[in-house]
């Protein structure tokens, strides 16, 4: 048996209806499922059969036990990507944490900070909206510029390249 198409390969309602109402062999229904994920008007056309079809097929299992079977089987073998991977992610901050360390980018980085502090040393605290100067962090923004700044003109110096 095969399903009536229209002229532009499309099926035709009556082949759509018989979809809905689960007339049709198995290979049939594959084959129309297909066509659905490619074709807006045959899926037009099925929406429109749905809701024209007052009793819909009931879409449960013959064996629940066999269908939750086959779940468990095809989702248990299934691996994460190593992309995924909450270790390959540590691993990743544990490595960049060392190059940080490494590259003495703390040890400037406490030392501006520090400098920030002996600048504005620590007094009595002033109620909010008493204050002055600009915010904190600023301030410490605009210092670590500074240092950027400075260890560029350093590599400049020593002949390091151009950006």
């Given at each position: 048996m095969t399903a009536p198409w229209h002229e532009h390969d499309h099926f035709e309602e009556t082949a759509w209806r018989q979809y809905v109402t689960d007339t049709l062999p198995a290979s049939q229904r594959a084959a129309m499922e297909q066509h659905l994920y490619r074709c807006e008007a045959c899926l037009l056309l099925y929406m429109a059969c749905i809701e024209q079809t007052e009793e819909l097929p009931v879409l449960e299992p013959a064996d629940p036990q066999a269908y939750l079977s086959d779940i468990l089987a095809?989702?248990?073998?299934?691996?994460?990507?190593?992309?995924?991977?909450?270790?390959?992610?540590?691993?990743?901050?544990?490595?960049?944490?060392?190059?940080?360390?490494?590259?003495?980018?703390?040890?400037?980085?406490?030392?501006?900070?520090?400098?920030?502090?002996?600048?504005?040393?620590?007094?009595?605290?002033?109620?909010?909206?008493?204050y002055s100067g600009p915010p904190l962090s600023s301030q410490l923004v605009d210092r670590t510029f500074q240092w950027l700044d400075t260890l560029h003109n350093t590599d400049n110096r020593q002949g390091g390249s151009q950006p």
């Amino acid at each position: 048996m095969t399903a009536p198409w229209h002229e532009h390969d499309h099926f035709e309602e009556t082949a759509w209806r018989q979809y809905v109402t689960d007339t049709l062999p198995a290979s049939q229904r594959a084959a129309m499922e297909q066509h659905l994920y490619r074709c807006e008007a045959c899926l037009l056309l099925y929406m429109a059969c749905i809701e024209q079809t007052e009793e819909l097929p009931v879409l449960e299992p013959a064996d629940p036990q066999a269908y939750l079977s086959d779940i468990l089987a095809r989702t248990t073998g299934t691996k994460r990507s190593w992309y995924r991977s909450t270790l390959l992610h540590y691993g990743i901050a544990a490595a960049a944490t060392l190059v940080l360390v490494a590259s003495g980018f703390f040890h400037g980085l406490a030392q501006e900070l520090g400098s920030i502090g002996a600048a504005h040393p620590a007094s009595q605290p002033r109620p909010a909206g008493q204050y002055s100067g600009p915010p904190l962090s600023s301030q410490l923004v605009d210092r670590t510029f500074q240092w950027l700044d400075t260890l560029h003109n350093t590599d400049n110096r020593q002949g390091g390249s151009q950006p």
